[in-house]
């Protein structure tokens, strides 16, 4: 974790207030928060303290989707996770983020989600790689008929990739299997 060492740093980003704070309020008894009202207000508030960035993808201004691309570029270690209305299409296997949970969340599945995100962190970047395909993957499975994901080239690459990165972790990694449960079991729709 890059935050405080007693309680991790939780960053919520949302153009509006009330959903920011009322998200921030839920999280404050486990984490040290933060809330910024907005893209801008969320690049000038992010940086290396923060362990986990809950950001909306529909906001005027900047985009979610712009501030995700400059929290990668700057190689900031936080970890993103979308909390949006914005239904996920095939577009998201393209994104950056670690986790996209679909508005509204329940209490559970978002402090479910940080947790893992957290635990994800102490592991090495084949673990993170592999949490973020398997979201992408299970948002397009809610939304896609099976035929149309086995149609598409890209998913069939997030698959062989997911495939691929399980095998090598499940020879290093005694906990993954209890990990990718937890992980699986997320209400994110």
């Known amino acids: 974790m890059s935050g405080s060492e007693s309680e991790p740093t939780v960053l919520v980003v949302d153009d509006e207030p009330e959903v920011a704070d009322a998200y921030g309020m839920r999280l404050e008894l486990e984490y040290e928060v933060e809330t910024a009202y907005g893209g801008s207000e969320a690049l000038e508030t992010v940086d290396e303290s923060v362990d986990v960035l809950l950001l909306d993808r529909r906001m005027p201004e900047v985009s979610g989707d712009e501030v995700l691309e400059e929290v990668r570029s700057a190689d900031l270690g936080v970890r993103v996770i979308m909390v949006t209305a914005v239904t996920p299409d095939f577009d998201v296997m393209e994104m950056p983020f670690d986790d996209y949970l ?35 993957q299970s948002i397009l499975e809610e939304d896609k008929s099976p035929a149309e994901l086995e149609r598409n080239e890209e998913y069939q690459k997030l698959e062989a990739r997911a495939d691929e990165l399980r095998e090598r972790m499940d020879d290093s990694l005694d906990e993954f299997d209890d990990l990718n449960v937890a992980f699986k079991d997320i209400d994110r729709v």
């Open 102 to 136: 679909c508005k509204p969340v329940e209490r559970d599945a978002l402090y479910d989600a940080i947790d893992q995100q957290l635990e994800a962190a102490k592991y090495q970047d084949a673990v993170s790689e592999y949490f973020s395909i398997t979201a992408k």
